[in-house]
């Protein structure tokens, strides 16, 4: 069964009330798999990344502006990572370190955390570089809990249950784990993108 709710309803009340249903799926769920191509998966966000990307949300949508809560559901979710209870499989793209959200001060802060963060046991984290082959067409960004798979399309949120599609996501996630480096591999990546971001210009001189 494949279920969709347009965002403008689900946010209808604001980012706080959604990000409160992700922080119980979250909790409920011992093992998660996530692959984000161009954008930094959500339980490892910075707050000031957080911040940026929710903001772009409220202004696309025209939902109602509660982007502070938003954000603190936000930060609450991520204590998964240091429960001991829980365990994540997550494959960022390499475009993900280099999608500019909120400046060279931000991306450099959220890259820090990152490293920072890539050796907890709760989290086995693979980028696939930008230039890897990978034995997949491009997809979107998916998250799986359970016996589900989340999809965040443009207009709605998508939630996939069949059996058939969800062998699908996990031979595609199977396919880009495949393709995306770990360990001191992936480390080199992020320290790659740190110093691209070290050396931007910031927005106020004039350049984006």
Same mark, same amino acid.
Request: with cysteine; aromatic share 8%.
């Given at each position: 069964?494949?279920?969709?709710?347009?965002?403008?309803?689900?946010?209808?009340?604001?980012?706080?009330?959604?990000?409160?249903? &992700?922080?119980?799926?979250?909790?409920?769920?011992?093992?998660?798999?996530?692959?984000?191509?161009?954008?930094?998966?959500?339980?490892?966000?910075?707050?000031?990344?957080?911040?940026?990307?929710?903001?772009? &949300? &409220?202004?696309?949508?025209?939902? %109602?502006?509660?982007?502070?809560?938003?954000?603190?559901?936000?930060?609450?979710?991520?204590?998964?990572?240091?429960?001991?209870?829980?365990?994540?499989?997550?494959?960022?793209?390499?475009?993900?370190?280099?999608?500019?959200?909120?400046?060279?001060?931000?991306?450099?802060?959220?890259?820090?955390?990152?490293?920072?963060?890539?050796?907890?046991?709760?989290?086995?984290?693979?980028?696939? %570089?930008?230039?890897?082959?990978?034995?997949?067409?491009?997809?979107?960004?998916?998250?799986?809990?359970?016996?589900?798979?989340?999809?965040?399309?443009?207009?709605?949120? &998508?939630?996939?249950?069949?059996?058939?599609?969800?062998?699908?996501?996990?031979?595609?996630?199977?396919?880009?784990?495949?393709?995306?480096?770990?360990?001191?591999?992936?480390?080199?990546?992020?320290?790659?993108?740190?110093?691209?971001?070290?050396?931007?210009?910031?927005?106020?001189?004039?350049?984006?």
């Amino acid at each position: 069964m494949t279920s969709s709710v347009p965002w403008q309803e689900r946010l209808s009340t604001g980012t706080e009330a959604i990000q409160d249903e &992700v922080v119980r799926r979250y909790q409920e769920t011992r093992e998660g798999v996530a692959y984000v191509p161009a954008m930094i998966w959500g339980t490892l966000q910075t707050e000031a990344y957080a911040t940026v990307i929710l903001g772009q &949300v &409220v202004e696309f949508l025209g939902v %109602p502006n509660d982007v502070p809560a938003g954000v603190a559901k936000r930060m609450q979710r991520q204590q998964v990572l240091y429960d001991g209870e829980h365990s994540y499989d997550v494959v960022l793209g390499e475009q993900a370190l280099y999608t500019d959200i909120g400046g060279p001060e931000v991306m450099c802060e959220q890259i820090d955390r990152i490293l920072r963060d890539i050796d907890l046991p709760s989290l086995t984290l693979g980028i696939v %570089p930008a230039s890897a082959r990978v034995n997949m067409h491009p997809v979107h960004a998916f998250n799986m809990y359970g016996d589900e798979v989340h999809v965040e399309l443009v207009s709605s949120g &998508v939630t996939v249950t069949e059996p058939d599609e969800l062998a699908l996501y996990r031979k595609a996630f199977a396919r880009m784990r495949e393709a995306a480096l770990h360990g001191d591999a992936a480390k080199e990546l992020l320290r790659k993108a740190l110093s691209f971001w070290t050396g931007a210009p910031s927005r106020d001189q004039g350049i984006r």
